[in-house]
């Protein structure tokens, strides 16, 4: 699984411009070999007994008496396996057609063979130095994707945002490691996780904070989420992959795959867990219905979404299936409506702006129903996928926390309003582009991963969940709680987020169906001003940290310039100006020396005629 993508990568990038003829077509062959083997390694994980689904392949010894590089197959990396290269094929088939006219598609290919390789290594690590490395390869990867148009500053700022703020993440996640390593000797889960109980409860939260540190950087979580919304200045299938399948799930994993050791049922860890859940969950809702930039408001909605999941995660074992369930459909319904928004891009010669969409549903008609399918599942439309994964969390979570349940409740119904508003603004009303836009349908190397994204959307959310099906097949990997939780569609708390869906919807509908959407942007109110410029998270980042930044590198400055090097060249000219003067004594006149020695003679006559005296 991961050599294969890995070597497309190292063949497209080493090959260089020789592969240009056909590197996107080994890109596209190398990820669809990778899924052929997940899957059949899934066949034969499900022959086996529960019991004996947890299956370790060392590889060879890293780092002596630390940590090997060794794989890890169970239900959960399994799970995570099949999501990565299902998904991931079928962006890169849909890069074929919306990358056909860029002259480094051949490049484009490799870093996504790259981004894939990255996250299977990360997932199927069976220890946290592996995980590490992977960790990191998706970091470089999603850096060298977002920048892959590094001639537009907007794009190469963009790159460099996510690298730095992924770095503070990644930071935590090292230091949680040297802690786990001083506590019990190991990196290995196998060794760690049965030992966690015995650590003071003080290690264990500390562990479980620089961990969840970490999980925020990858998966965008507060306070490390603003480097997401930027990540947009990348070609969409970048989008499309970060958002879905790869990086922005990484977080989640890290919490579910270590949460029985570091983030148990009731702890500290935990509970700070589900607050930043629900926290990113409503910031990245309300930064969504401000966003007239189709892309921004879907990334406003990944936030949003990993939110709910690390909301679940928080929660121990009774969140974990369903946490992982809406991973899954959400890897689909969320690449099924960036794809969308790529394919309405491609019709409208790259604009983005929705303010100059509408009336595109004729024009584009398998477009608007694959998107619009994929709407259906977000909003949690009864039935389709989401439906049964995001209110399985609300319910979840209703019994654990019935505050941050309701919370997660009104995220929904912020959810019908910004995604509603999208579809409506895009497909719906009279035309707003200009007339050398000439909107059509894509190709159907485009439209057929639309297709199968948008099926996928519809029924996997009851699959999982029904019959708690997801959940007994992760426990040999993540334990199962004491009561399995089940879905109930008719509970109070999934009626009243399907109420609050609905009077979201018809707002949007209220607001942008019948009434002229401006051409130009108004201002606003204080609170649309508030979500546009994504709750001010960029400024609170240069108050904080950049212009101190700026005033301590300024004063680092000062201080070389005028302390060390001051100490430095003082010294030197002090040297300089008293060898100067000294050497004036040196006239070459022999009757100068003959006097110097007479007077120094007749001074230490002196001296020791008076000291004899004494």
Request: hydrophobic share 55%; charged share 10%; aromatic share 8%.
């Given at each position: 699984m991961i050599v294969l993508p890995l070597a497309g990568a190292a063949i497209l990038l080493i090959g260089g411009r020789a592969t240009n003829k056909w590197g996107h077509l080994l890109g596209v062959l190398m990820s669809v070999g990778a899924f052929v083997v997940a899957a059949l390694v899934f066949l034969q994980l499900i022959g086996l007994d529960p019991a004996q689904r947890r299956q370790?392949?060392?590889?060879?010894?890293?780092?002596?008496?630390?940590?090997?590089?060794?794989?890890?197959?169970?239900?959960?990396?399994?799970?995570?396996?099949?999501?990565?290269?299902?998904?991931?094929?079928?962006?890169?088939i849909y890069s074929i057609g919306y990358m056909s006219h860029d002259p480094d598609r051949r490049r484009f290919f490799a870093y996504l063979n790259l981004f894939v390789a990255a996250m299977l290594l990360l997932v199927l690590a069976d220890n946290y130095v592996a995980l590490f490395i992977g960790w990191e390869g998706v970091g470089l990867a999603s850096y060298l994707l977002i920048g892959f148009w590094q001639y537009k500053p907007s794009a190469a700022?963009?790159?460099?945002?996510?690298?730095?703020?992924?770095?503070?993440?990644?930071?935590?996640?090292?230091?949680?490691?040297?802690?786990?390593?001083?506590?019990?000797?190991?990196?290995?889960?196998?060794?760690?996780?049965?030992?966690?109980?015995?650590?003071?409860?003080?290690?264990?939260?500390?562990?479980?904070?620089?961990?969840?540190?970490?999980?925020?950087?990858?998966?965008?979580?507060?306070?490390?989420?603003?480097?997401?919304?930027?990540?947009?200045?990348?070609?969409?299938?970048?989008?499309?992959?970060?958002?879905?399948?790869?990086?922005?799930?990484?977080?989640?994993?890290?919490?579910?795959?270590?949460?029985?050791?570091?983030?148990?049922?009731?702890?500290?860890?935990?509970?700070?867990?589900?607050?930043?859940?629900?926290?990113?969950?409503?910031?990245?809702?309300?930064?969504?219905?401000?966003?007239?930039?189709?892309?921004?408001?879907?990334?406003?909605?990944?936030?949003?979404?990993?939110?709910?999941?690390?909301?679940?995660?928080?929660?121990?074992?009774?969140?974990?299936?369903?946490?992982?369930?809406?991973?899954?459909?959400?890897?689909f319904f969320k690449a099924d409506l960036f794809l969308g928004a790529g394919s309405v891009m491609h019709a409208m010669n790259d604009e983005v702006d929705m303010r100059r969409y509408g009336g595109l549903r004729k024009l584009l008609p398998i477009t608007f129903v694959t998107f619009f399918i994929g709407y259906l599942a977000i909003i949690g439309f009864p039935l389709l996928s989401g439906y049964f994964t995001k209110d399985g969390i609300i319910e979840s979570v209703m019994h654990h926390n019935a505050i941050l349940g309701w919370l997660a409740v009104l995220g929904a119904g912020i959810t019908g309003f910004y995604m509603t508003r999208m579809v409506v603004m895009t497909f719906f009303g009279p035309k707003r582009w200009d007339e050398k836009a000439h909107p059509h349908e894509s190709p159907a190397v485009m439209t057929w991963p639309l297709i199968i994204l948008s099926i996928f959307s519809v029924g996997l959310g009851a699959y999982l969940i029904l019959s708690n099906r997801l959940l007994v097949f992760l426990g040999p990997a993540v334990g199962q709680p004491a009561e399995l939780p089940g879905f109930h569609p008719f509970s109070v708390p999934g009626l009243t987020t399907l109420a609050l869906v609905a009077v979201g919807a018809g707002i949007a509908i209220a607001k942008y169906g019948r009434s002229e959407v401006p051409v130009v942007q108004p201002r606003g109110s204080f609170l649309t001003v508030f979500a546009r410029r994504d709750l001010y998270g960029d400024a609170l980042n240069e108050a904080l940290f950049m212009r101190p930044g700026q005033w301590l590198t300024r004063l680092a400055v000062f201080f070389d310039n005028r302390g060390i090097d001051g100490v430095v060249n003082g010294l030197a000219a002090g040297v300089g100006g008293s060898s100067g003067r000294l050497r004036k004594i040196q006239t070459g006149y022999v009757r100068s020396y003959a006097l110097s020695i007479f007077v120094g003679a007749a001074v230490l006559a002196g001296a020791w005629f008076v000291v004899g005296t004494l």
């Open positions: 370790s392949v060392n590889l060879y010894e890293f780092i002596p008496g630390v940590a090997n590089i060794g794989l890890l197959i169970d239900p959960l990396s399994i799970s995570f396996c099949l999501l990565i290269t299902f998904v991931g094929s079928l962006i890169h700022v963009a790159a460099k945002k996510a690298f730095v703020v992924n770095r503070v993440g990644d930071f935590g996640l090292l230091i949680a490691m040297f802690i786990i390593f001083a506590q019990f000797g190991t990196l290995q889960y196998a060794e760690v996780f049965p030992a966690a109980s015995q650590a003071s409860q003080g290690v264990l939260t500390a562990i479980g904070l620089l961990l969840l540190l970490g999980a925020c950087g990858k998966s965008a979580q507060l306070p490390l989420q603003s480097w997401l919304l930027d990540a947009m200045e990348g070609p969409t299938p970048v989008s499309a992959l970060i958002h879905a399948a790869t990086m922005v799930t990484a977080g989640v994993y890290l919490v579910v795959r270590s949460g029985a050791a570091f983030f148990p049922e009731g702890s500290t860890a935990g509970l700070v867990v589900t607050i930043v859940g629900v926290a990113t969950l409503l910031a990245g809702a309300i930064i969504g219905t401000a966003k007239d930039d189709i892309k921004k408001g879907l990334a406003g909605s990944t936030m949003s979404q990993i939110g709910y999941m690390m909301l679940a995660a928080g929660i121990g074992p009774a969140g974990y299936a369903f946490a992982i369930a809406h991973l899954i459909t959400h890897g």
